[in-house]
């Protein structure tokens, strides 16, 4: 779940919990890629990924079930670091 200062991420979609949470002042640009990182560009295991790096070079990396949330995504993500930069 993305917020105005935070994305808090969890085991799966029905836990209550947040097994984490990255502050967004820690986050840098994300990225779209054609795969999950390691994997080859042609593998379709993980097709729609997105990355996010944090500053102490953690490397998080979302599936998306289509390009065109994967593409939504970067834009949230990319938005919300932009906010959060002007103050």
Known sequence: ALSDDSLRYYVNDAAITPKGEVAV?????ARATDA????SSSSSAFP?????RAPNSRVFSFRAET??????????????IERH???
């Open 25 to 29: 002042s820690a986050m840098r640009a």
């Open 67 to 80: 390009a065109k949330d994967r593409d939504a995504w970067v834009d949230m993500f990319n938005r919300a």
């Open 48 to 52: 729609f990924v997105l990355e996010q």
């Open 85 to 87: 930069n002007r103050g």
């Open 36 to 39: 999950a990182s390691g994997a």
